[in-house]
Nanobody, 114 residues
Framework: VQLQASGGGLVQPGGSLQLLCAAS??????MGWYRQAPGEQRELVAN???????DYADSAKGRFSISRDYAKRTVTLQMNSLKSEDTAVYYC???????????WGQGTLVTVSS
């Protein structure tokens, strides 16, 4: 299984970005996005379970939205009203439904700056 993340880039404060993660194969009980800022630990941004339930970091609530396309094995993170503190490398994550093995994408850099 390989996870390919895309969509990062440079955006001004208040702007929007959409991150996309595509899995090469597999069926997942959950898919999500984590981020890691310089000098910080990796933290959960948002997660979506196979039943559609979602979980967001407090910092993401009201601004970010996560969704899945089960047929395409993709997970999307729509990020609005971006702030400088959202600057980080964003990693997609998926947990296999049978083995419960966790997979990580390669990371995509999001920079929020004027």
């Amino acid at each position: 299984v390989q996870l390919q993340a895309s969509g990062g880039g440079l955006v001004q404060p208040g702007g929007s970005l959409q991150l996309l993660c595509a899995a090469s194969s597999g069926i997942f009980v959950s898919m999500g996005w984590y981020r890691q800022a310089p000098g910080e630990q990796r933290e959960l941004v948002a997660n979506i379970e196979s039943d559609g339930s979602t979980d967001y970091a407090d910092s993401a609530k009201g601004r970010f939205s996560i969704s899945r396309d089960y047929a395409k094995r993709t997970v999307t993170l729509q990020m609005n009203s971006l702030k400088s503190e959202d600057t980080a490398v964003y990693y997609c994550n998926a947990v296999a439904i049978v083995t419960r093995k966790t997979y990580w994408g390669q990371g995509t850099l999001v920079t929020v700056s004027s």
